[in-house]
């Protein structure tokens, strides 16, 4: 646990997260991370702490390498696909960092150059002849992840690179037992090859120190420790892969991903120190000083940043990690993430595209549990996060305060901070500080929701509804104070909800600094009586159980999707087949081929279209619900099949009159795509 004194600091502080693969979109797992290494940092820079955020895309090795087989792309065709669909992502999450970067951009090869020539010179990297696995069927030598085999400490079934299956070890190269290809499953053959090491084992005594002194959590320590004590064996450095930062001394090897990987972050930070026109700043934090690191990380990379990294940072001369904070793994639906098995969230498709705050998510994510622990997502659960804590408890405290200062007042009404509740935010200001100390942001959370929890109860004993009528002085000092106190709570909840932070200090009518750029200690400053009052709108929105539904399903769907095609069985038909219909019965619809002249959104509808359709003679309006899957300019235009003899309904406060008709995608339960009919004339009838 880290001593009260290590946050604020005077030092300045620089914020990493892992890598994430530039191999595809960006699911629930990425966020187990990314959220809290956000929150940490909007924590800091409320305490008024020099600190900065950087992160980028992994774009080497060979995760990278299988999507761009699967995919028919060169691996830098995938990553630039993928890096711009996580570097648009994470904004949209209210995630922010002063530079994210790639491993593959100028300034991480040439970092990562100069890195691994210095150990070199020191003696560091060595070579020696080793047997790798080599696929006869499919032609060349299968490193990392092109293999799997017999993990040679536990026994589990393993990926080339890592007991992903069991004990979650970093396998040396040649060490797999039973190795087999990965991309045909055919039995591999040993070939002799020089590669190069790093010499981890001289780096044992540094690194047993460094894990004792290291801040962060016990998780991330304790792991690497176990390891130590079992001895290091020396790191081999290089693969046989035309994909990578070449070695610089055998242009016919590159370097292993998780030597530039980490590189990323200094080279990340070089960027950034570009950009602001201070090109030594990245200095103050990589060179040794008084600049402290901060490591965000999953559970699974614990041994590459708590034993490789430092030991490379040592061997080259740079400064070491001041703290690692290792993350719980994640659970879908009380199972362990697994994409291949259909237990993953992805965040644009299943979330955000449906019109979900991503507020919300951040919330979820570091309240749920501790920082150290497995957290389980599960739609039910965020659905009870969010409308008993943060509409029936947070949301309703503020809404009620503005309300009532807006209908009796409009206004702020004169009045005096009550000393009581000036004790509590005073209270909540020091847990939050060891909250922040501790790594621990559930708590940090859990302080902030007892602190609306008061304002709660402070509110119900004044009973102002009741007051004003007899004294309205005397409840506007209960209002003032209410307000106050939502004042206070937007500022604390900046950190995790900046989204609603804005809107809540909006509300309150301030103007001239953000909620972003106050400090923890404007939690103490009142509002300003007098200042006008616009009516108030809720902040938060409650989870509707048909939109819990919907979430539910598409889970469900693609765990089953996924069961089917592990069996190798056809895939699962969620919706059975109705009850038979006579032919006659089927000879009574009508379907045509119908253009879609106009399309726009229905306000306050996430999934709902109004679409005006040519069927050839005549014009027809009609809603659909695919809203949440299109854009009104994708579908505008488009020529399709329509159901045009059914009767006319209501949705949405629209008379439908037709329906397009759309199928579901293949393997991917809730994704509609309509029936096209490209260059079909208007009105032609469909047999």
Known sequence: MAELSNYPTKDPVLVTCGLPYASGPMHIGHLRTYVPADVFVRLLKKMGVDATFVCGSDTHGTPVLVAAEAEGLTPKETY????????????????????????????????????????????????????????????????????????????????????????????????????????????????????????????????????????????????????????????????????????????????????????????????????????????????????????????????????????????????LPFAIVASGMLKVEGHNFSRGRGY?????????????????????????????????FSWDAFADKVNIELVGTLGNFIYRGLHFAHKNYGEIPEGKLDPELKKEIEASLKTIAEGVNEYELKKVADEVMRLASVGNNYFQSNQPWSLVKTDKKKAGQVIFNALALSKALAVLIEPFMPGVAEKVWGQLGFEAKTVHDVHFEDALSPPKAGTKLKKPKPVISKIEDEQLVELRRII????????????????????????????????????????????????????????????????????????????????????????????????GGIESNGMILAVEKAGNPGEWVPVRLDGVPPGSKAA
Not at 351 to 356: A, E, F, I, S
Not at 624 to 640: C, F
Request: aromatic share 12%; with cysteine.
């Open 80 to 319: 630039q696909k993928y890096h711009k669909i996580l570097k648009d992502t994470f904004p949209k999450l209210n995630i922010f960092f002063d530079n994210y970067g790639t491993t593959d951009d100028k300034e991480n090869i040439e970092r990562t150059t100069q890195i691994v020539t210095t150990l070199l010179d020191n003696g560091h990297i060595y070579p020696k002849e080793i047997e790798t696995p080599f696929c006869d069927t499919c032609g060349r030598s299968q490193p990392d992840r092109f293999v799997r085999g017999t993990c040679p400490y536990c026994g589990a079934d393993a990926r080339g690179d890592e007991c992903d299956q069991g004990c979650g070890r970093y396998i040396e190269p040649g060490l797999i037992l039973d190795p087999r290809c990965a991309v045909c499953g055919n039995p591999t053959r040993p070939i002799t090859r020089t590669h190069y090491f790093l010499k981890l084992s001289a780096f044992e005594s540094f690194v047993e120190k460094f894990l004792n002194e290291v801040d962060g959590t016990k998780n991330a320590k304790n792991f690497a420790l176990g390891w130590v004590k079992e001895g290091l064996r020396d790191w081999c450095i290089t693969r046989d892969l035309d994909w990578g930062v070449r070695f610089p001394v055998d242009e016919s090897l590159v370097l292993y991903v998780w030597v530039d990987a980490p590189i990323g972050y200094m080279s990340s930070t070089e960027q950034w120190a570009k950009r602001i026109g201070k090109r030594n700043e990245w200095e103050k934090y990589w060179k040794p000083g008084d600049g402290r690191l901060v490591h965000f990380i999953g559970l699974d990379i614990v041994q590459h940043h708590c034993i490789f990294w430092p030991a490379m940072l040592k061997g080259s001369g740079y400064n």
């Open 344 to 376: 993953v969230v992805w965040i644009l498709k299943d979330y955000l595209d449906r019109g979900l705050d991503p507020d919300y998510l951040r919330y979820y994510m570091v309240s749920y549990t501790s920082q150290t622990k497995d957290l389980d």
């Open 556 to 651: 469900k769907e693609r765990v089953l999707a996924a069961e089917a095609r592990q069996k190798g069985g056809p895939k699962p038909k969620m919706t059975p087949i109705k009850e038979t219909i006579s032919y006659e019965d089927f000879q009574k619809i009508d379907l045509r081929a119908g253009k879609i002249l106009k399309c726009e959104k229905v306000e306050g509808k996430d999934r709902l279209l109004k679409i005006e359709v040519d069927i050839g003679s005549e014009k027809r309006t009609m809603a659909t619900g695919l809203g949440h899957l299109y854009k009104p300019e994708e579908l505008q235009g488009l020529t399709a099949l329509f159901l045009v003899n059914l009767e006319p309904k209501k949705v």
